[in-house]
């Protein structure tokens, strides 16, 4: 079956330094989305990827679909303690399926 | 416009108990999706509901089951509740079109015992 895989787990960061996170499917998707998780709470929509190696930026964050449609990235520059929380990938397979990817957990030392 | 609302937030319970946990989408959507997730990972697709039939399932066994109202509102039933349910069950509603982002709800945690 469709595999989704993030790296990495777990990422450390001093305040100010920049952060990415990739995901890889095993197939080519329809699209992509990415949510936040912060610690105790719930996931929140941040973005979603459509087209083929399309950019997407919010403020610090920017988004990349790959060219193939088969593995997308978001990126943090400056990171602040704001950001600290797990980032998911989600795809859905041909058969309107849900998958998140397994997250990457990020910390932010002052 | 109140987001999504699940009850209860919390909730404790003997193995082979059973459990019903409810689900209150966003005003505007008519679907709705259940997700395990246990410590530590990411959440995992249960099933999805609109216009009151289960329309997709992930891999769960028949233990876990659901339904949705027609007000769209919707339960998560689990039977013969393991130590391994112990996990945040979270609902998402959304509405129907392809792509559309998922809002979720705080979540019930439940423990086994």
């Known amino acids: 079956g469709q595999q989704v895989m993030q790296i990495p787990q777990y990422q450390h960061v001093q305040e100010g330094e920049d952060f990415t996170t990739y995901c890889n499917s095993s197939t080519t998707l329809s699209n992509i989305q990415w949510y936040k998780q912060r610690p105790g709470g719930h996931p929140v929509f941040l973005i979603q990827l459509v087209k083929s190696g399309e950019v997407k930026k919010q403020k610090r964050l920017t988004f990349q679909f790959g060219e193939a449609k088969k593995n997308s990235s978001l990126h943090i520059t400056a990171t602040q303690t704001t950001d600290v929380g797990t980032y998911f990938c989600l795809m859905k397979t041909s058969y309107d399926k849900v998958i998140f990817g397994p997250g990457t957990s990020l910390s932010v030392i002052p | 416009d109140a987001g999504v609302t699940q009850s209860p937030t919390h909730l404790i319970k003997t193995r082979g108990q059973q459990v019903t946990l409810r689900c209150s989408p966003k005003?505007?959507?008519?679907?709705v999706s259940w997700y395990q997730q246990a410590l530590g990972q990411g959440p995992q697709f249960i099933f999805q509901?609109?216009?009151?039939?289960?329309?997709q399932r992930g891999n769960f066994p028949d233990r876990f089951s659901g339904h949705q109202f027609p007000n769209y509102s919707s339960e998560l039933n689990v039977n013969a509740l393991l130590l391994g349910d112990s996990a945040l069950y979270l609902c998402a509603s959304s509405p129907r079109g392809v792509g559309s982002p998922l809002h979720f709800g705080n979540g019930t945690r439940l423990t086994v015992t």
């Open positions: 005003s505007g959507h008519d679907t």
């Open positions: 509901y609109y216009e009151e039939e289960e329309r």
